[in-house]
């Protein structure tokens, strides 16, 4: 597993740094005390960088993950469930709202990922939405669906 993540540590890495190159020569057409249309690329470069390098990290020091003991065909199941789940937000978004939505659609990924407290499912489904609608809301100044409420 080391090997595997120093192998695609270094591609993403790379591939990071010619985003970034990029979105460098993006022009910056924005209302002074505003976001401009590089903020996001450059939170993209930004996150992808971080995670990329993470992931070069952990090959270089040979972080090994304990192996649990799934079958492959479990954990398929799992991610085409997960993807007709993304399809149906996706599809509920716009009549239900953001907030609504995602609040059933994290809750839905935590329970079938394992997580059986139902404390933690609920609290976490709640504000990770909530935090996310303000974020794009407030601070980047864009509109998420609102549905019809």
Do not use: D
């Amino acid at each position: 597993m080391p090997q595997r993540n120093l192998i695609a540590g270094t591609i993403l890495t790379t591939l990071g740094i010619l985003y970034g190159i990029l979105t460098i020569g993006l022009p910056n057409l924005s209302v002074p005390g505003t976001p401009g249309p590089t903020l996001f690329p450059w939170l993209i470069t930004t996150g992808w960088l971080v995670l990329s390098l993470a992931l070069l990290f952990s090959g270089v020091l040979g972080v090994r993950n304990k192996p649990k003991e799934t079958r492959k065909s479990n954990i398929s199941k799992k991610s085409g469930i997960a993807v007709i789940g993304f399809l149906a937000y996706l599809i509920l978004l716009p009549f239900m709202g953001f907030m609504l939505s995602s609040i059933f659609f994290f809750a839905g990924l935590m329970w079938m990922y394992g997580e059986r407290h139902k404390i933690k499912i609920a609290l976490t489904s709640i504000v990770i939405p909530i935090v996310i609608f303000y974020f794009f809301t407030a601070g980047l100044s864009i509109p998420l669906p609102s549905g019809p409420w």
